[in-house]
C-alpha cells in the first residue's frame, strides 16, 4: 500500500510515520508536511534512510500541488494529522486554523474524489465535543455526543468532521474519524502543557497553571494514539467514528505537581495566572467501540507513561533546546505576556 502521512513531522505525525514504516516494510508511507512552526524533520530521524519512506514539502490547503500530488503518486490510504493544533494560538490568530484545518481538509477530500481512495482517514479530536462539569465523573464523551465547539481550534475541526461525513455521504468517499483526548510523549512541542511544564521546571522558571488549574484532561500517550489510528485505518468500518481514549483523567495541577515530584523541583515554581477564554473545564473519553469492535488495548497508564515521556525529554534536551531558544522565544512573550513575570 502506498500511504500519505500528511502532518507526518509534527508530534503525533511524526510518531506514526515511525511507526508504519517500521511496522510495514512492504509499504511505502510518505509524508506530507508544510513545515510550520510546529513541523521539525528531526523528528523522522529514525526513519530518514529507510526505503519506505520519503518525504514531501507542501501544504494541504494549496489544491493544484495535491491534485498534482495524488495524479503521480496515486495513493491507497491518507491519514490526515496535518493541523493548526494549539488552543492558545486559535484564540489570537484563528484564519490560519480556518484554512489548513478546514480547507486543508476539503481541498484532500477533493482529491480523493477525483482520484479515487481505498481509505481516507481523519484525524479528530475530543475537543469538537466541547466540556464536560467537573461535578458529573459519571458523563463521558461517546460517538454519538452532539458536537459542541468551544474554541476556534475545536470549532474548526467539528468543521472538517463535517465536512468528511458529508463526503462520505454525497460522493461515497470511504472514510473513517478518530476523535482522541490528550497525547503527550515524546516530540510534542513544548506549547503543550507537558512539555512546557517539563523545560520551564528544569530551568527553575515559573509553571503558568490557567485559572485555578481544576480543568481536566484525559492524557493518552502519543504511542497508544498511533496504534489505536493503525487499527482503525485498516479494520475499521466505513463511515464510522471512533472515540480514542484510556480513562487517564487529572486535573492540570496533579499533571504539573506529578512532573515537578518526578524533577525533584519545589511546587513553589507554580505560579497561577490568567484563564484561558472559554477554557474547557473536562474533557473525558469512553473508548468502548473501539475496545469492543478492534480489540484496540492501550500499553501506557498515565504514570508509566509520564515516566517514559520526562525521560525522554531529559535524553534529549538538544532537541527541545534548540526549539525554544529560537522563534519561540517571542511565542511566549508574547502569549504569557500578562501571566508570567520571568
Ligand atoms: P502538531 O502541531 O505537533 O503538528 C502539526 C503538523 O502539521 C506540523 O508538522 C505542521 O508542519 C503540519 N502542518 C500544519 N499546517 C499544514 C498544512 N497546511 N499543510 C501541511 N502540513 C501542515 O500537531 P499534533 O499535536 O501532532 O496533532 C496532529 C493532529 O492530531 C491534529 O490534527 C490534531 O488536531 C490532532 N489531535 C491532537 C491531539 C493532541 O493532544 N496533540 C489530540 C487529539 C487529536
Ligand atoms: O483534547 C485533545 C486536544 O488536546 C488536541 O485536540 C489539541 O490539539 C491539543 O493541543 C490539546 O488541547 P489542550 O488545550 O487540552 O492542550 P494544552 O496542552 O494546550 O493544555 C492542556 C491543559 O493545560 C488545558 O486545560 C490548558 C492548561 N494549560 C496549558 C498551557 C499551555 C495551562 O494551565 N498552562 C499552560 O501554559
Known amino acids: 500500500m502506498k500511504i500519505i502521512v500528511t502532518g507526518g513531522a509534527g508530534f503525533i505525525g511524526s510518531v506514526m510515520v515511525q511507526y508504519l514504516v517500521n511496522k510495514y516494510p512492504e509499504d511505502m508511507i510518505i509524508n506530507l508536511d508544510k513545515l510550520t512552526y510546529a513541523g521539525n524533520l528531526e523528528n523522522l530521524k529514525p526513519v530518514e534512510d529507510k526505503p519506505n519512506y ?21 495513493p491507497d490510504v491518507i491519514i490526515n494529522f496535518a493541523a493548526e493544533s494549539h488552543v492558545d494560538r486559535s484564540v489570537e490568530h484563528p484564519e490560519e486554523f480556518v484554512r489548513t484545518n478546514v480547507m486543508g481538509t476539503t481541498t484532500l477530500l477533493d482529491a480523493c474524489k477525483a482520484y479515487g481512495i481505498k481509505r481516507y482517514h481523519q484525524v479528530s479530536t475530543d475537543e469538537v465535543y466541547g466540556d464536560l462539569p467537573l461535578d458529573r465523573p459519571d458523563l463521558f464523551f461517546t460517538e454519538t455526543t452532539p458536537l459542541h465547539a468551544s474554541s476556534p481550534y475545536s470549532a474548526s475541526k467539528a468543521s472538517a468532521d463535517m465536512f468528511v461525513m458529508a463526503y462520505h455521504r454525497t460522493f461515497g468517499i470511504p472514510v473513517t474519524i478518530s476523535r482522541c483526548s490528550n497525547n503527550y510523549g515524546q516530540y510534542q512541542f513544548p506549547e503543550k502543557l507537558i512539555p512546557l511544564m517539563i523545560s520551564r521546571a528544569l530551568a527553575d522558571e515559573q509553571l503558568p497553571v490557567y485559572g485555578d488549574g481544576a480543568n481536566v ?14 487499527l482503525i485505518v485498516r479494520n475499521g468500518r466505513e463511515g464510522e467514528i471512533y472515540n480514542i481514549g484510556g480513562h487517564n483523567e487529572r486535573t492540570n495541577l496533579q499533571v504539573v505537581k506529578t512532573i515537578l515530584a518526578a524533577l525533584d523541583k519545589p511546587e513553589s515554581l507554580i505560579k497561577y495566572v490568567k ?5 474547557d473545564r473536562r474533557y473525558a473519553i469512553d473508548p468502548e467501540k473501539l475496545t469492543k469492535e478492534l480489540g484496540w488495548k492501550p500499553q501506557y497508564n498515565f504514570d508509566t507513561g509520564i515516566r517514559q515521556t520526562i525521560e525522554w525529554y531529559l535524553d534529549n534536551k538538544s532537541w527541545w533546546e534548540r526549539i525554544i531558544s529560537g522563534e519561540y522565544q517571542n511565542y511566549f512573550k508574547e502569549m504569557y505576556k500578562d501571566r508570567v513575570t520571568d
Open 54 to 74: 520519503r518525504f514531501v514539502k507542501g501544504d494541504i490547503a494549496d489544491r493544484k500541488f495535491i491534485f498534482e500530488l495524488f495524479e503521480t503518486e496515486k
Open 275 to 279: 484563564d484561558r477564554p472559554g477554557h
Open 217 to 230: 484532561r484525559d492524557w493518552l500517550h502519543v504511542e497508544d494514539h498511533c496504534q489505536a489510528i493503525d
